[in-house]
């Protein structure tokens, strides 16, 4: 079995990240950072962010494993205590794979005719480069709303404990194919109105912003920031690409959830 090792690039982290190595090779794994069977992130959710853009070529044929060397991450949950066990379940055990839904983001350039398309695992946000963004909400291709406000979140359900989460939406267990959109301040009052509620989405519902009062938007794509010029619309959906996490034990969502936020 092929495997790539990611750092968040601390000092713990890089440690780890070598012993991890070394006792992987002991156990006959080949270190192949172009095309691994497995990846494994040190660090935190951060890292696992990272490491799943650099492998989002090829989703299909690799599983992800994350470690924490600072707290309990909702994609790293292994701690730095139990490498040994995770190393010997790597390369002795048939592993478990979970996949998890994941949110496409498609944006259209005025001009050029143009596309680019974009994978994420948390979320995508927009928001205006001047003043406040005002955008037409389609979803499933009829006129929704006229968002005014200071930005939008599209979220997946493993994103939905991550941005989502601090905007007021609901968590959403990642067995449920759907996509969540919330609101960034939106301005409400008797001229302008939003529903105000996060919307969930599911995988056949398409959610189509179309610009109204600018065409440059700041769009961000987990933790990517990309200046978007001349855009014309973003359209955001269930892809059809998901992510596979390598499960060794059972760690249920809810358990994460709670470990997280409430306490152990
Ligand atoms: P970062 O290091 O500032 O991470 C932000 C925090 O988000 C970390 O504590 C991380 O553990 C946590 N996190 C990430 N994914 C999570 C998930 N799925 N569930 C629960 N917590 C999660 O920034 P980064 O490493 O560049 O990560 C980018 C992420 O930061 C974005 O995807 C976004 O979700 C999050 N973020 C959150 C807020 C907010 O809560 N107000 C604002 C901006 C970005």
Known sequence: MKFA???KGDNKSNMLMQRMKSYLIDFGLTLDEEKPDIVISV???G?????????KHRLDKTAFVGVHTGHLGFYADWTPD???KLVIAIAKTPYQVVEYPLLEIIVRYKHNGKESKYLALNESTVKGVEGTLVMDVDIKGQTFETFRGDGLCLSTPSGSTAYNKALDGAIIHPSIRAIQLTEM??????VFRTVGSPLILPDHHTCMLKPLNQDDFIITVDHLQLLQKDVKSIQYRVADEQIRFARFRPFPFWKRVRDSFIGE
Not at 185 to 190: E, P, V
């Open 47 to 55: 890292t696992l962010l990272y490491a799943f853009h650099r492998f």
């Open 43 to 45: 660090g935190g959710d």
């Open 5 to 7: 090792i990611s750092s």
């Open 185 to 190: 301040a939106s301005i409400n009052n008797r």
């Open 82 to 84: 139990e490498i040994e």
